[in-house]
C-alpha cells in the first residue's frame, strides 16, 4: 500500500526549495525506474491525473503499480503573501506538476514579521487553506505525513508557516508532521529575523514531530568546501557547485532522504 506524504511549501524560502525538491524527487525516481509507471515510490509524492477531458480529470490509482503515467501533479500546497516566487515556479519547466486551486497566495506580504504573517494573514486565509489541505489528503489511500518547508527569519515562512503546522495539528492529530525549518544566518540582513525564529520556535516544539533544522551560513560554507574540492579538480570552476542554487540542492536532498524509510508504531500521547 503506498504511504503518501502532502508537502506544503510556505513563504519565498519554501517554494524555492520546493522547486528543488521536486525536480530531484523526479531524476531520482527516473533514474531507478526506466519505464513511465507509475508505482507505489512514485506515488508517495505525486498523483497521476488523465487530463483527456480538463473540466472532469480522472485520479488514477497506483493499483498494482504497472499502470502508465498519464499527467503528474505533486502532492503539495504552495502558500506565499507575494506572489511573484509562486509565479516563477509556474513559469519554470516544473510549472505543470502544481494544481491550480493548490495555490494560495497574496500581493503584499508579511513584512519580515512573525505576527503579521501568523495572526493576519493565518485568519485571513485559513479556509482557503485548510480545503487545499483537505483537498490533498482526500486523493490519498494512507496518508503518512504532512511536510512543511519554510524559513524562520521572514515572515511568511515563520508566521504563517507555523500557524499552518498549528491548524494541522488540530485536524490532522494522527497524521506525522516533519519540518524542514530554515534558520537565518546571524549577520542575517532583516533586522526582526532573530525574533521571527524564536516566536517560530515555540511553535515547532509544541505541533512538529520532528525538525530538520538547517542554517543559512552553514550551508554556504558546506557548498563552499564542495565547491573548492571540485573545482580543483577541473581546470575552470564549476557555478553548479556554488552560491544559493546549490544550497538549495543540498536541502532538497537532506528533505527527499527523511520519509524513505516507513514509520512505525503509533502516535504519542
Known amino acids: ?42 506515488s508517495s509524492f505525486f498523483r497521476n491525473v488523465d487530463m483527456r477531458d480538463e473540466k472532469n480529470p480522472t485520479e488514477l490509482k497506483v493499483g498494482d503499480g504497472r499502470g502508465r503515467i498519464r499527467t503528474l501533479k505533486a502532492r503539495s500546497v504552495l502558500v506565499d503573501m507575494e506572489e511573484g516566487v509562486i509565479n516563477k515556479a509556474l513559469a519554470g519547466p516544473l510549472g505543470e506538476l502544481f494544481d491550480q486551486r493548490q495555490l494560495i497566495r497574496d500581493v503584499s506580504g508579511s513584512g519580515n514579521n512573525w505576527a503579521h504573517g501568523h495572526m493576519l494573514y493565518g485568519k485571513q486565509y485559513d479556509a482557503q487553506i485548510m480545503e487545499a489541505v483537505r483537498r ?29 503546522l498549528g491548524r ?13 525549518a530554515v534558520f537565518p544566518s546571524a549577520d542575517d540582513d532583516v533586522i526582526t529575523s532573530p525574533y521571527n525564529s524564536v516566536l517560530s520556535l515555540n511553535q515547532l516544539i509544541q505541533h512538529a514531530d520532528c525538525v530538520l533544522p538547517l542554517e543559512n551560513q552553514a550551508l554556504i560554507d558546506i557548498c563552499g568546501k564542495i565547491a573548492s574540492q571540485t573545482d580543483s579538480k577541473r581546470q575552470a570552476p564549476d557555478a553548479s557547485t556554488r552560491g544559493t542554487a546549490a544550497a538549495n540542492r543540498r536541502v532538497a536532498s537532506t528533505i527527499l532522504d527523511a520519509p524513505k524509510q516507513p514509520l512505525r508504531g503509533g502516535r504519542k500521547g
Open 136 to 164: 490533498a489528503a482526500e486523493a490519498c489511500e494512507s496518508l503518512q505525513s504532512f511536510f512543511l518547508i519554510h524559513s524562520l527569519g521572514g515572515g511568511t515562512g515563520s508566521g504563517l508557516g507555523t500557524y499552518i
Open 168 to 180: 494541522l495539528a488540530d485536524e490532522y492529530p494522527d497524521v506525522y508532521r516533519f519540518v524542514t
Open 1 to 42: 500500500m503506498p504511504r503518501e506524504l502532502i508537502t506544503i511549501q510556505i513563504g519565498q524560502c519554501g517554494i524555492q526549495l520546493g522547486s528543488r525538491f521536486w525536480d530531484l524527487a523526479l531524476k531520482e525516481h527516473a533514474l531507478y525506474s526506466k519505464r513511465p509507471i507509475y508505482d507505489d515510490s512514485l
